[in-house]
């Protein structure tokens, strides 16, 4: 069992951890710091993944961005958010969570019996990527690459991204305006 | 080094969670969270497949993506529960029933 193992065992706990507490918990306040726990282990994952510019932007974006609004509009749509959740019942089990429960779990075990019958590590397209070389190591820098190919082969769905980006914007903007007193 | 399954299980279950949250909660805010956390599975999925791309890094790329689209949504959402909470004020979606005008 290696060092690289174990860390995948404890942050990928840690993030099973703290989104069952956040999907649990009755106070909307905890649960969404709690979700703060939960990005910062999934960012840890990607770093784990090999993936480390795409875990920092995950830090930047939602951590500093998705996460700041989200508190956001619950501050500014006022306390009565609060006394919605706080007015359920506290017993842990509800039985009208229990369709939404029984959903989850069968959801979960059909994705893990297709991914026993899978076997995505023999794959062909990964062993023919394996076969070629064409494997991220632990040790290749991988920013220079990402670049390149952002500003070549993935220049079309960089515009359309950055497009979509400024529609989202300018609509955001237009529907959280306050309205003309009428 | 870690295998794709191990990724691939862990997103399934991240994705399961966000799912009984979408459907069970009775808050828009934690609704968006579920969706939020759905969304972070299926780009875990996509950096874990990502390594086996070094020369277009297809994974990583759009993965980045995702990430950007997430906070677009976010956004909008964000701005439409505002909105809505000034409306009817309550932003439980099964309490929204009558049209706005």
Known sequence: ????????YI???????SALYVAAAKNLVRSVFMFFVTLF???GLYV?????FVAVTQIVIYVGGILVLIL???MLSGRETL???QSQKSNFINLS????VLLAVMFFVVMFVALRQINVNEADWVKTAVAEGNVIKPDTVLIEHIGINLMTRYLL??????ILLMFALVGAAHLSRKEPQA | MIGLNEFLLLSAALFCIGLYMVVAKSNAIQILIGVELMLNAAILNLVAFGKYDKINNGGQVFALFAIVLAAAVTAVALAIILNVYRQYKTIDPSKINNLGD
């Open chain 1, 48 to 52: 784990l993944a090999l993936a480390d």
């Open chain 1, 11 to 17: 942050l990928s706990a840690i993030a099973l951890a």
């Open chain 1, 1 to 8: 069992m290696t060092l690289v193992k174990i860390m995948f």
């Open chain 1, 41 to 43: 282990a999934l960012a």
């Open chain 1, 83 to 85: 006394e919605v959740i």
């Open chain 1, 97 to 100: 969570k229990l369709p939404a």
């Open chain 1, 157 to 162: 769905p960089f515009e359309a991204i950055s």
């Open chain 1, 72 to 74: 956001f509009a619950f």
